[in-house]
């Protein structure tokens, strides 16, 4: 079995205060609800110190190279694409 956990992390937010952190964990938890609505991977999700990351377990034989590097072009297009969306909130106009 093969888990890989793994967080969405722009890269103007490398402070890690807690605003930051709080903002990280709200970011990755949108990204895996739409990551998952959108149906090109499947992705759960785990907590490790404190943090929520995202979880990827590859157990299905028919898994192929191209299938897993796919992923990280499909989590940073829609990672991308939440962070703006969350970043037109008002934390994102206070905190950018």
């Not at 969405?8 to 205060?17: G, S």
């Not at 609505?37 to 590859?58: D, M, Q």
Request: hydrophobic content about 40%; charged content about 30%; aromatic content about 8%.
């Amino acid at each position: 079995m093969s888990i890989t956990t793994f967080r969405f992390k722009p890269a103007d937010l490398q402070n890690e205060t807690k605003t930051v952190e709080d903002y990280l964990d709200k970011l990755n938890r949108e990204l895996l609800n739409q990551l998952q609505i959108g149906g090109e991977v499947f992705v759960s999700n785990a907590i490790i110190n404190g943090k929520f990351v995202l979880r990827t377990c590859i157990v299905n034989f028919r898994t192929s190279k191209k299938d897993i590097e796919a992923l990280p072009e499909i989590v940073i297009r829609i990672g991308k694409s939440v962070d703006e969306t969350l970043r037109a909130t008002e934390w994102g106009k206070n905190h950018t």
